[in-house]
């Protein structure tokens, strides 16, 4: 099975930043779409920030400016750079890559904005 390896969840201040990444177990797939989701508590999940071929960003409006999604050094990851986080940030995020035959999603990683 594919497995996509999530990496830099975790508590963070308000104001502050954190880096996310993703990448794909397999070299051995293209897919067309890759980002980042984010569900919190009692709400539905949603689109965060996503790539399409290596380079259409598109943005969930409440952090446009403040998120930038980018592709990474290896063959299918993605990074999720995320600055002024504020605690309507809180939630798991979970990377997604997805194409024609396949959407396959991580485990999810915590991200925590507290003071």
């Known amino acids: 099975q594919v497995q996509l390896v999530e990496s830099g969840g975790g508590l963070v201040q308000p104001g502050g930043s954190l880096r996310l990444s993703c990448a794909a177990s397999?070299?051995?797939?293209?897919?067309?779409?890759m980002g980042w989701y984010r569900q919190a508590p009692g709400k539905q999940r949603e689109l965060v920030a996503d790539?399409?071929?290596?380079?259409?960003?598109n943005y969930l409006d409440s952090v446009k400016g403040r998120f930038t999604i980018s592709i990474g050094s290896a063959k299918n990851s993605v990074d999720l750079q995320m600055n002024n986080l504020e605690p309507e940030d809180t939630a798991v995020y979970y990377c997604?890559?997805?194409?024609?035959?396949?959407?396959?999603w991580g485990q999810g990683t915590q991200v925590t904005v507290s003071s």
């Open positions: 790539i399409t071929n290596g380079e259409s960003m």
């Open positions: 997604n890559a997805r194409s024609a035959a396949l959407n396959i």
């Open positions: 397999t070299a051995f797939l293209n897919f067309d779409v």
